[in-house]
């Protein structure tokens, strides 16, 4: 994964330092950290609704969003849910932004638009997949900004006593074997979790247990044996200090997904400079920072807000 220090990240720095600081509180009266209050140079460009997944990295991510836009003069309102499904009822409807992963949407859209069936959009660079599925955002209205090098797909892992046990390192090992996999609650039949684990790898997934994407249920409950397999990302931090290892997609299942703000077509015409704001965060996030502040949330317990700050901070975007 590589740093892009490109002319868009140039011109969002800038713009964020003649915008100054938002001078509004944040909906709910949670302040974001680093915003000054006592400053009046950005104008109030008024609400700007924020939603997506609830786990970790998702809400770390939403929580750059909302501090980078507070700065910029608007006021977030940041609402969080378990499934995409649910924020996408209402995308781009009632939702301005949401932060996403280019293979997630597009892919959700194919699903919608063809059937859960559909055969998926599998192409491993981000921005082919993003022209791949350029149709499909457009009759839904949302918009793409820039990618960020960073990456983080589906992953999924077994114990280290497991691996070494059964002679398991890559998903394909595990063809005709039995195992319960705890996963989130959209893993059912979707191509990219349950559905390309049964059809694609041949393992018998006798049951899914709707416990979270990374989340401290689904870890304990491969820990404790109730599941043998259990859904991650790539950028977890967690795994090794658990005793716990992701297996290899030797089939690339995985399709990429590369972080991406996807915004309601018609609230950018409406406020265009979000697309420097946001683009310039894109441009500096890496895989490996992805990596490094999601332990820091999940491992040193540093709340979303505290490390989106300090990442910000230092890359000089605020």
Same mark, same amino acid.
């Given at each position: 994964?590589?740093?892009?220090?490109?002319?868009?990240?140039?011109?969002?720095?800038?713009?964020?330092?003649?915008?100054?600081?938002?001078?509004?509180? $944040?909906?709910?009266?949670?302040?974001?950290?680093?915003?000054?209050?006592?400053?009046?140079?950005?104008?109030?460009?008024?609400?700007?609704?924020?939603?997506?997944?609830?786990?970790?990295?998702?809400?770390?991510?939403?929580?750059?969003?909302?501090?980078?836009?507070?700065?910029?003069?608007?006021?977030?309102?940041?609402?969080?849910?378990?499934?995409?499904?649910?924020?996408?009822?209402?995308?781009?409807?009632?939702?301005?932004?949401?932060?996403?992963?280019?293979?997630?949407?597009?892919?959700?859209?194919?699903?919608?638009?063809?059937?859960?069936?559909?055969?998926?959009?599998?192409?491993?660079?981000?921005?082919?997949?993003?022209?791949?599925?350029?149709?499909?955002?457009?009759?839904?209205?949302?918009?793409?900004?820039?990618?960020?090098?960073?990456?983080?797909?589906?992953?999924?892992?077994?114990?280290?006593?497991?691996?070494?046990?059964?002679?398991?390192?890559?998903?394909?090992?595990?063809?005709?074997?039995?195992?319960?996999?705890?996963?989130?609650?959209?893993?059912?039949?979707?191509?990219?979790?349950?559905?390309?684990?049964?059809?694609?790898?041949?393992?018998?997934?006798?049951?899914?247990?709707?416990?979270?994407?990374?989340?401290?249920?689904?870890?304990?409950?491969?820990?404790?044996?109730?599941?043998?397999?259990?859904?991650?990302?790539?950028?977890?931090?967690?795994?090794?200090?658990?005793?716990?290892?992701? $297996?290899?997609?030797?089939?690339?299942?995985?399709?990429?997904?590369?972080?991406?703000?996807?915004?309601?077509?018609?609230?950018?015409?409406?406020?265009?400079?979000?697309?420097?704001?946001?683009?310039?965060?894109?441009?500096?996030?890496?895989?490996?920072?992805?990596?490094?502040?999601?332990?820091?949330?999940?491992?040193?317990?540093?709340?979303?807000?505290?490390?989106?700050?300090?990442?910000?901070?230092?890359?000089? $975007? $605020?």
């Amino acid at each position: 994964m590589h740093v892009r220090r490109s002319l868009a990240a140039a011109l969002a720095v800038g713009s964020l330092f003649l915008a100054g600081c938002a001078g509004s509180d $944040l909906s709910e009266g949670s302040d974001s950290p680093g915003a000054d209050d006592s400053s009046s140079a950005a104008a109030d460009k008024g609400p700007i609704s924020i939603s997506g997944q609830s786990f970790p990295e998702a809400a770390l991510v939403a929580a750059m969003y909302e501090e980078l836009l507070t700065n910029a003069g608007y006021q977030p309102d940041v609402k969080l849910v378990d499934t995409r499904d649910a924020y996408m009822a209402t995308f781009p409807d009632s939702i301005d932004v949401v932060p996403e992963y280019v293979g997630g949407i597009v892919n959700f859209l194919n699903s919608r638009e063809n059937g859960a069936k559909a055969k998926p959009f599998t192409a491993g660079d981000g921005a082919e997949l993003a022209t791949q599925g350029a149709d499909l955002l457009d009759a839904a209205k949302i918009t793409l900004l820039d990618q960020s090098a960073a990456t983080d797909t589906n992953a999924f892992f077994v114990t280290k006593d497991y691996s070494e046990s059964e002679g398991v390192t890559k998903l394909s090992d595990l063809k005709g074997k039995s195992v319960v996999l705890a996963a989130a609650p959209d893993c059912e039949g979707r191509l990219d979790c349950e559905g390309g684990l049964s059809d694609q790898y041949g393992i018998d997934v006798t049951k899914v247990l709707p416990l979270g994407y990374a989340s401290d249920q689904t870890y304990q409950s491969v820990i404790k044996g109730e599941a043998q397999l259990g859904e991650t990302s790539t950028t977890d931090g967690t795994l090794e200090s658990q005793g716990l290892v992701v $297996l290899e997609d030797d089939m690339q299942i995985q399709p990429a997904q590369n972080l991406v703000p996807a915004v309601s077509s018609a609230f950018l015409e409406q406020h265009p400079d979000v697309a420097d704001v946001l683009n310039g965060l894109m441009a500096k996030l890496t895989t490996e920072d992805l990596t490094t502040l999601n332990g820091e949330v999940a491992v040193d317990r540093k709340t979303p807000e505290e490390v989106a700050h300090s990442y910000l901070d230092s890359a000089g $975007l $605020l």
